[in-house]
């Protein structure tokens, strides 16, 4: 049985749908600018001059960060059984301490632990670890669950993209091993040496640190500029379609639900629930939504101005 503390807890800890919950809301802010202060002050302290000038002031902040992240972790591991992904509270629980958004919140405390409690030790490289408190702004942020659910629904064309860019990787890194491995043989003097030229080329970074020598060498790194601008353009393209397509898809669905609610000429508190639900997951702003909403009655209401009228009438 879930409690109404429970509940509460869920609602101010998940976010916010940017109106009424002032709590939420300033959850939602204050964590998240906690967490760009944190990346602020790990990079900060990997510089040593820094780190030893300001440590107790580091070490402080490090205090209060694992104290609010383990207190965060602990309230949302509690309250999860509010979500109602699970039947029961050890279920959700587990289901959400093994999701990606759990492992994150976890992992945003343990390398702390570890360097309070194992001394003596060189740790340093903790600190590194600590960056993936990046991660938690996720759970205000689509950004990340967009990515992969784009290349999910491009899988295919992805797949087929990369294998392209595969096959002028592996050509281009053969040639040039053949070209130019007797003028330089400390950078392709076999095919792997040579990888790191062909991936430079190829994705158009071109730092310059090798190049081609010979006549043919060049004529091949040409060949290799020309593919590696086609594949990226072409990978590039697919993901870009693949947000696009996304978004409309929302759009749509949006716009299925509000011509559904309107169905009888008004949105009721429950129609209007689900729509806040649905603005709110899919990352719509408040307008945005209101302009569908005015966009669809309009065009129900000229539908109803056109219409003929009826044969009693």
Known sequence: MVSARQRRAYEILEKSDGEGDWASRFCDRFLAGFIVLNLVAISLES????????????????LLSVGVFGLEYALRLWAAPASGAAPTPLRARLRYALSFHGLVDLIAILPSLVAFFATGADLRWLRVLRMLRLFKISHYNSA????????????????????????AFFIASTLM???????????????PAAMWWSI????????????PLSI???????????????TVALLTGIMANAFANQVQGR?????????????DGTITEDEQRLLDELRTRFDFSEEYARAIIDLAREKLEGEDANSPPSAGA
């Open 47 to 62: 510089v040593d001059s820094l780190a030893e000038l300001y440590h107790p002031y580091f070490f402080a902040f490090e």
């Open 144 to 167: 990340l669950e967009d990515l992969f659910s784009a290349l999910r629904e491009e899988r295919s064309s992805f797949a087929a993209a990369l294998y392209l860019f595969l096959i």
């Open 216 to 230: 043919l060498g060049k004529i091949i790194g040409g060949g290799t500029a020309l593919m590696g601008v086609c």
């Open 177 to 191: 091993h053949l070209a130019e491995r007797t003028l330089q043989p400390e950078h392709f003097g076999s095919i």
């Open 200 to 211: 430079i080329t190829l994705t158009t970074v071109g730092y310059g640190d090798v190049s």
């Open 251 to 263: 759009r749509t669905i949006f716009e299925a639900e509000v011509a559904h609610a309107l169905e």
